[in-house]
């Protein structure tokens, strides 16, 4: 048991869209669809009590990498300060199940959302290790769970973005980005990549060399956005024309 949790792994390395990371990516695509079951059948009170569960164990599986890392003598400013998108996001989204504050909501949806899809099919801080050692579980329970709770959010407690929201967290992110290029500067860090790309193989691989990657990247990311709000700009439209 004692190497599921050690930091030199002597099982192998993930294999990208191998067997066990499709099983993966199919067991949160099974649980986001069972919330279009499950809103009809839960009671405000269970909804409740998933939304708390949910978040709970969110913050709990991150503190654990803290935990974990520090244990193993590898925690530093450099790599491990909450400044990647989906660091942030763990902690946005934790705040918002927790308090009920639905005002980051829109946060959730498009930032977290956005950015872990990503993480989840190119798994780039955990691909050294391979299930079901706890670093590759720990990366999918978070980034599972970002794009789990906007999707029981929307599903099930009715919350939706809108063509404001788009725009808004299109521009916070455009913000976030300058301020963290500035960090890395500073500390010598490479949080949101806007340094170098990851070392190992991410969607990233396709785009040109620093620094061109980097509005290259912005551009894919007004694609991720417009995508998730998508379906809703279909919505409106449809009701309009009704």
């Not at 974990?68 to 902690?91: D, E, K, R």
């Not at 300058?178 to 785009?207: C, E, H, W």
Request: aromatic letters at 16%.
């Amino acid at each position: 048991m004692a190497q599921y949790f050690s930091l030199n792994y002597a099982g192998g390395h993930f294999q990208l869209f191998g067997i066990k990371h499709l099983v993966a990516l199919a067991s949160i695509a099974l649980i986001c669809l069972s919330f279009f079951h499950f809103r009809n059948v839960w009671s405000e009170r269970q909804k409740n009590a998933v939304r708390l569960g949910l978040g709970l164990t969110l913050a709990l599986n991150e503190l654990a990498l803290h935990i974990w890392s520090a244990y193993w003598g590898i925690w530093n400013v450099q790599t491990m300060l909450p400044l990647h998108l989906c660091s942030v996001m763990v902690w946005v989204t934790v705040s918002m199940t927790l308090s009920k504050n639905y005002q980051l909501y829109d946060f959730a949806y498009f930032l977290g959302m956005g950015g872990a899809i990503q993480a989840l099919l190119t798994p780039a801080d955990a691909s050294a290790y391979d299930f079901p050692h706890f670093r590759i579980l720990q990366t999918f329970i978070s980034h599972g769970l970002l794009v789990i709770i906007p999707i029981y959010l929307t599903v099930v407690e009715g919350l939706r973005p809108t063509l404001h929201s788009f725009k808004r967290l299109f521009l916070w992110a455009n913000v976030y980005l300058i301020i963290v290029f500035f960090i890395n500067r500073a500390i010598g860090s490479n949080y949101l990549f806007t340094a170098q790309k990851p070392p190992s193989p991410t969607l990233m691989d396709a785009l040109s060399p620093w620094p061109w990657y980097i509005p290259e990247a912005e551009v894919l990311a007004f694609l991720v956005f417009l995508l998730l709000y998508l379906p809703f700009f279909i919505q409106d439209r449809r009701a309009v024309a009704r």
